[in-house]
Structure formats: C-alpha cells, structure tokens
C-alpha cells in the first residue's frame, strides 16, 4: 500500500534541505520497494505570494490527508510588515492546530563529532540526549481572548489567554512517560506552578497521570526557571522534559543550542492515535528556522531536515531499521569529517548543501 | 535625614545572608555617619508561621513607608503544600505589585575569579557584563481572569491572562534605554511577536518610544526563544535586555547561569519617580532562592544579599563611591581566592558565611 508524503518546503533554505530528503525517498522507492508517493504544496510566504495566505485551503486537505508530512522552513525579511494573519508562521501554527498535533518530540543530541562547536564545556554536553516532549496545540499561542484592544486616550491593550484543560496535560504528560519507558524512565515536568494557575493544575494532573498509569516511570517536577538553568549548569541530568507550548519553545530552543548541533536536531510532531487505524497525524521539521542570509547559495545543512525524515519512518511508519540506518548515515558523515559551513571545524571538509545530502544517501546505501 | 531601611530577610538562607548586610550597615552608620535606619519584618513561610499569611498587613505598610526594601529569599520544603493564595512567593508578588516595582535590573555579571566556574568556554563568559531589564508588574503574572475552573466530567480549565498596556511598555523601555546611555548604548528588545499579540503591541511601543525619546540608542528586536539560544551561543553581544515579566523570569535565570556566579547575582526593582520628591519605592533581593537545604549551617554565600545592598545605595541613595567600593571590596576579597563552598575552586581558602562578610567588610572599610 501506499504511503502517502505531503511535502511543504516553505520558505528560506526549507526548499534546498527538502531536495535532499527528495533523493532519499527516490532511492528508498527504487530499491527498497518503499512505496512513498509524494504531493507538494506551498507554506508561508511563498503560499502568501500565491494565495495572499500561509497557507491555502487546497493544501490544508493535503496536509490532513497525508500520512506524514515534512515541512522545511518559513519566513524571512520579505513578509516581515505583512499583515498578523497571513504572517508566514501561520501557515505552521494552523497546522499544528488544524491537525491537531498536540505531541511535538524535540530530540536535543550532541553529536559526538560535533561536541566542540557547542559553547558549553565538552564534558558537559558529550553524549547528551535528552527529549524534550512540547505540548503544541494549547496554551498562550492559542488560548481566547487574543487581540489588542484600542483603550483610546493612544492607549492600547494587548491580551494572550493561557488555557490549559486537563485532557490536554493528561495526553501530553502519557506521551512523555511512553517515551521515557523507551529510555531511561525518567520524566522531568516543568511548569510555573507558584504563579500560574495553568501550572497548578499542569503540577495536578502530571501527578496524578503518574499515579494511575506510570508510577514505573520516575517523575520530577521543576519551575520552568530553575529548568532553564539547570538545562544550562548540568544537562545531562535529564532524561524526558514534558512542558507547555510556551516554556516548550524556550526551553527547547536552550536545549538545542547547549547541543552546539542546532542545524542538525529534527523533531515530530504527532496526532493522537486513530481510534480505528491506530494511526497517528504527523508533521516532522528541522528546529532550524529559513536561515534567508544564506538562502539559494548552496551552502545550507540539510542534516535537519533528513533526520526529521528519519524520524518520520521511525514514527509514522515503523520503519525502525531503516531510521536507525539513516542516523547512523548521517554520524558516519560527520565522523568522517565532512562538514557544511555552519558545523565547519579544522582539519575537516567543507561541503555544500548537495554533496551533503550525496554523502549521507551513499552512506545509507553502504549500510 | 535618616535613610529608612526596611529588612526582610525571609526563609532559609535570607536572615543569615542578611546578617552580613546588617554588619556594613552598622559601619556605615558608625564611622561613615550613613543615618540607616533599620526595622525588620517577616515574609514568607516565617510570615505564614506567624501571622497565616505570605506577608501581615503591618509589614506591607512598612514597606510601603521605607526608603528601600532589603529581600532575603522565600520558601522551602516547610511550605510547598500551604494554600496558593497564602504560598511563600505571594509576599514577594504582593510587595512587587502594591510597591509598583515595575522595573526588575538584573546584572548578569561574570566575576573574572570565578569565570571557570561557568558552564560555558571561559572566552564565551571572561568580561560578561548584561543588564537584563524586567518588567515586574504585568504580564501573566498578574492579568485575570487567572483562575482553575472546573468543568464538570473530571475536566478543569487552569486560566492566565497576560495583559500589557501602552504605557507599561512605555516606562520599562523608558528605563531601558536610559539605562543603555549609562552603558554601551544598545538595548535589545524581546518578545514573540510571531505568536502573542501583547508581543505585536510590545514590539511596536519598543519601538515608538525609541523613535520619539531614545533614537540616540541603538535598538534590536529579538525574538525571545532566539534570544535565549543566542544567551547560550554568544551571550556577550548583548548590553541590555528588556523583556517582559515572564520572559524575563526565564532568560534572567539563563543568563545568571551563564555566568558561574550565581549566588553573587543581586537585583533592584524600582518604582517610578515621585513625582514630587523625584524618589523611586525600591527592593533589592539576590537573584538565588533560599536554598533550605543548606539553611542554617553557616556556610550560605552572602555575596549576592550584599551586592544587592550595593545596589541600594546606588539607586535609593545615591551614594555612587560606596557602591562602588562595596563592589569592589567583593571583588578583590574574590581575587584573594576567599571562597563559599558554592564558589570554592583548587588553591582557595574556604569560608563560611560570616567570615566572607567579614573580609568584604575588612575590604570596604580598607578602600
Ligand atoms: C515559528 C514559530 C511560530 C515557532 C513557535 O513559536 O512555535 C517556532 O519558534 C518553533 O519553535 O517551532
Ligand atoms: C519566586 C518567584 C515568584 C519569582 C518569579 O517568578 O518572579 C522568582 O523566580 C524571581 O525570578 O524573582
């Protein structure tokens, strides 16, 4: 049966990073009989300057048909004055939304080959690999009332609304501690319990989660401030970090950079279950942005974008063997001292954006 | 005139930092005729043992009346279980929000002594000197509706509201960009934008004010996920920071981090300026919590209570020499290789807290 890829390389360098990803999949389906068909569609401002939208609605269907779909990168300077609704992010945002992929899996690994580059003291950050597990489809980025209010007198408001409800904390928290029994059983829950409501009942809920269904699974609780700086004193203290959508997105941010691979993470983000099919909705991106200063020259990593792919064979079609190959492709790689510009170090070589992506592929081929 | 001080040494280790701020203030009073005069209340879990609350309405008036409040630090294990409405931190916020301290200065300074001490690569933190600019009275922390309501069906519903106005925004860029002058003349400005509409708002009253009052300044706006990644990755192109109270809490903390010297850190929170008298209503606390853990022992690090201290003088009275030299006694007894426990390194000499706050003393009276 087919297994049915939506593509959406957006903006910046998501297009070249996705062309990578292209010649995988190409090779996967000639030899390995993979059976991948793949649709593409348009994201961010270049589906703005299409359609005056992030995204069309054409596209929308696409995307909540497929079974996966990989996304590059939107934005740039171009669309930076266009209005707050057709912004390029919010292409992104009704995506998540739309498909409701509550689950986004931010894996934060220091390469070994790549320790150096991070600007945290080697000892600190080598052979790090913590999870982090971000809730993706609640809290301040979606929660109503959202808007800015004019008060008269040249006076405005502006106004975000973080709501959590229980189910919520209880499907995110039951993803993290599912992941955690894969790894080392730990979970670490963060949130701003004593000044925020939404983290009291964050707090609640994890706990008692815990309680029911997990109690095999060690369970921390940490304020999302002490999180940030214990990421930075001592990372790899942690195993699992579930959190909301907000302390999510700086934490993981944080936790990408102490890794010194920031153009190198992936992550997924993932429906729940299909009650029939058992099938989860999934969407997989490189934590790095467009990047447009070095857009159309060549010279980008696509490292990102094809272990988002790994990650998609991992999680939406069990292709274990064939993601563990393709990560194991892409750390022979860096063993063997090829290198784009941004992870450049001496006594390396440098290469662009294509024989990258050649040097993996021949490397996946040789496993 | 007297110089009013108001002491509340709070939980854990607070009273014993405090302790050592007592010690100058006595010197100062006797040799350098400073006319401090000191009442001392309680807050915290010690005000929730004695009067059932974070903090009595007698000491709130105290407070309201002093020249500046000296902060200790809030809670422990005693009271992780009391009531939200009366937990440890609900002293500190009440005093934050009915003193209007709106404007939170964080330095975020690297002590060269102590620059190995830092989790980063010496070269990425030797010299580190940010301001990070608070805001402390706004924001989610204290926007309704901020509430847990319960939906029926086993669900709940945790609510919190962030809310900014025009000239909220206004005063802390104010204070900002004042600040920058005094500097290196440059601000970097954080928000999400991209997501919060009180970001949109923030962003553009940032960036009027600037236009109007400040365009002397040099002026960058950062997204506040990037701007944690770029703290870790290159945190010395920063000057001042200013953000909001959420954000700030976590990036304040990354920062303090970064820089090995945490329990060294101190704060100022400021109100604006009577406007007859021209004075600001102001606490100063240390950036650390009250660590119980080690709470009692003699061996907490006072550095931070007495920068912050330094801090009062600088801002409440004006008395920029003994600042400095209060400063600088730290750092030349740190020179010496006199070290906490928290901060000991090969080849110092450890001490307990009032041995430390007696060479800082020693130091200052020599200068
Ligand atoms: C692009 C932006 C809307 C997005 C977010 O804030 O979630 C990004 O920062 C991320 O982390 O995926
Ligand atoms: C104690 C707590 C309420 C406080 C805050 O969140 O503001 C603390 O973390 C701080 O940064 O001063």
């Excluded at 696509?302 to 492709?329: G, H, Q, T, W």
């Amino acid at each position: 049966t087919a297994r049915n890829l939506f593509l959406l390389p957006g903006d910046g360098i998501g297009p070249e990073a996705m062309g990578e990803v292209r010649k995988i999949i190409a090779y996967m389906n000639e030899v390995m009989n993979a059976g991948f068909v793949t649709d593409e569609g348009l994201v961010g401002g270049s589906a703005y300057d299409a359609h005056g939208a992030a995204i069309s609605e054409g596209d929308m269907q696409k995307a909540l048909a497929a079974d996966a779909v990989l996304f590059g990168a939107v934005g740039g300077p171009k669309w930076d004055s266009v209005p707050y609704e057709v912004r390029p992010e919010a292409g992104l945002l009704r995506l998540r939304k739309d498909l409701q992929l509550f689950a986004n899996l931010r894996p934060a690994i220091c390469y070994p080959a790549l320790a150096s580059a991070s600007s945290l003291k080697p000892e600190l950050v080598e052979g790090l690999d913590i999870l982090i597990i971000r809730e993706l489809t609640g809290g301040v980025y979606f929660g109503e009332p959202k808007e800015i209010i004019d008060l008269g007198n040249g006076q405005k408001r502006g106004i975000d609304t973080q709501v959590y409800d229980t189910y919520e904390i209880e499907r995110i928290a039951g993803v993290a501690f599912e992941m955690a029994r894969t790894r080392q059983n730990r979970v670490c829950s963060m949130e701003k319990r004593n000044v925020m409501k939404s983290g009291v009942l964050w707090n609640q809920v994890v706990t008692e989660t815990h309680k029911a269904k997990y109690s095999d699974v060690q369970l921390e609780h940490m304020l999302a401030d002490a999180g940030g700086m214990q990421l930075v004193r001592q990372p790899k203290q942690f195993d699992v970090i579930v959190t909301d959508n907000l302390f999510g997105d700086m934490l993981s941010d944080v936790a990408a950079m102490l890794t010194g691979s920031l153009g190198m993470l992936p992550s997924a983000s993932l429906g729940a279950p299909d009650p029939k099919t058992g099938k989860r909705k999934a969407l997989y991106e490189p934590v790095h942005g467009s990047a447009p200063d070095i857009a159309g020259k060549g010279i980008a990593n696509p490292i990102a974008m094809i272990a988002s792919f790994a990650m998609c064979l991992r999680y939406s079609f069990n292709l274990v063997k064939e993601a563990d190959n393709l990560e194991k492709a892409i750390a022979n790689v860096l063993d063997k001292g090829i290198r784009t510009g941004d992870i450049m170090a001496e006594g390396c070589t440098k290469v662009g954006t294509t024989d990258m992506g050649d040097a993996i592929l021949a490397e996946f081929k040789a496993l």
